[in-house]
């Protein structure tokens, strides 16, 4: 295959790098390293190939995949019968240590706690990585996985699929819609008959099913009897394993606040919920995010709500929710709009715009979230969600968590990494690995 590049791909490659930089995240001056040609195929190893995992791994099938891991037969089942010639492995650690001259790069579909182990691995091994959010479990993972990215050169993604869609948000606050913002509020209907959350560590011990290897599925977290109150889904509700509705869906929901808004880490976060649980995550919670001023930006309070929890009266007024709503609120000195999780904004009240027109599209669209990364992958370009911006955005939300497990206000630092305080903190920023187990 010939290596020589025309006119009409330089071209091609300028405007996609052109277009990329206007796409959200915070971008540095680096040019990450291909892995192929870009008229060749990439090497991808998968970990965790069942539920999201095989969501996953359907949007590569385009690409050669080379090998593939999960810890449960019976739910990768499918994923393993639709390609045969990738070669399997239980552990992900074996697989990237055998695969390392085979691949190009990596898709880390687990629950959150295997997230950064795996993801740094990869990245340690000089391969692209494509994470599912929360990028990390704990807040000092998601600064370590960027530094790594960073360090490696590597083209990375985090699993937001739905951040291309936030560019006609940007679009408006750009064009002041309504005007500086000042507040956003954010909600979700989950975990509220999504997933069991504010109940009690099971002190049964049930059969490990045949086709679970439960130490591996364990991996990092704190070992302990198998019971099926921990998998498969319901372990977002527990602190050893997930991170609750707030990690499970503000990387999501936050998202259009942190491109628009061009939001770096918060300087205070205060969290309330019920119950207070040393094992699983709460019911509900209400946080609170204070972001200083960025440029020519207000400074901003951005409110979270989850299990159908909603923001205060005068916020509320003139607007009207469908039952199950996913999606934000932005306060302006001009007016207000509801964006819908993936939907277009609308400004408020109604009768202050009744002749609004929207503002014509300007920025360069993303068809594909996850094609972006295969082809950032292959021309050595950048991504939306890039772990420079996604890291900022993950650690911002999980303070939340910490924040509620404190029970108080943290006053963040976030040069330094930790709540000034708060030294009690320190437990829930930073990860404690079983043997084994490390970045």
């Not at 469908?322 to 001009?334: C, T, Y």
Request: charged fraction near 25%; hydrophobic fraction near 40%.
């Amino acid at each position: 295959m010939s290596n020589r590049i025309t006119r009409r791909e330089l071209i091609q490659r300028a405007t996609l790098s052109a277009g990329l930089a206007a796409l959200g995240g915070v971008w540095i001056e680096r040019q990450a390293k291909a892995s192929t040609s870009p008229n060749e195929k990439l090497n991808i190893a998968c970990i965790g190939v069942g539920g999201q995992g095989a969501s996953d791994l359907g949007h590569f099938v385009n690409e050669n995949i080379v090998a593939m891991c999960d810890v449960d037969d019976a739910r990768a089942a499918d994923s393993f019968k639709a390609h045969p010639e990738a070669r399997k492995y239980y552990d992900y650690r074996r697989m990237l240590d055998k695969e390392a001259k085979n691949i190009d790069a990596v898709v880390v579909s687990t629950p959150d706690h295997h997230h950064a182990p795996a993801s740094a691995m990869a990245i340690k091994l000089g391969k692209h990585v494509y994470c599912q959010k929360p990028l990390t479990h704990t807040v000092d993972e998601a600064r370590a996985l960027m530094n790594l990215a960073r360090k490696h050169k590597v083209v990375t993604q985090m699993g937001t699929q739905g951040h291309p869609a936030y560019v006609r948000l940007v679009e408006y606050i750009e064009k002041g819609v309504i005007g500086p913002v000042t507040e956003v509020h954010v909600m979700t209907d989950r975990p509220a008959g999504w997933w069991p959350q504010g109940i009690e560590r099971p002190t049964t011990v049930d059969p490990i099913p045949p086709t679970l290897k439960w130490d591996l599925w364990l991996g990092p977290a704190p070992e302990r009897p198998y019971n099926h109150a921990y998998l498969p889904f319901v372990w977002r509700g527990w602190w050893d394993f997930g991170t609750g509705a707030l990690g499970d869906m503000a990387c999501h929901l936050m998202d259009g606040a942190f491109w628009a808004l061009k939001l770096q880490y918060p300087i205070t976060v205060e969290a309330e919920g019920e119950p207070l649980l040393p094992d699983s995550c709460p019911k509900w919670m209400v946080v609170h995010y204070e972001f200083p001023p960025r440029g020519d930006m207000p400074a901003v309070k951005l409110h979270w709500y989850d299990s159908n929890r909603r923001p205060p009266e005068d916020v509320m007024e003139g607007i009207t929710l469908k039952p199950g709503f996913n999606g934000s609120i932005f306060v302006g000195e001009k007016g207000k709009l509801l964006v819908p999780h993936g939907g277009e904004p609308q400004p408020f009240p109604k009768e202050k715009f009744v002749d609004f027109q929207p503002p014509a599209p300007y920025l360069p669209r993303v068809a594909d979230h996850y094609q972006q990364w295969v082809d950032a992958c292959k021309h050595g370009g950048e991504t939306g969600s890039n772990f420079d911006y996604a890291a900022v955005m993950t650690e911002s939300v999980l303070l939340g968590n910490v924040a509620f497990r404190v029970g108080h206000k943290l006053e963040w630092d976030a040069k330094n990494m930790r709540a000034t305080n708060a030294p009690e903190a320190d437990q829930y920023i930073k990860h404690h690995y079983r043997r084994g187990w490390t970045l």
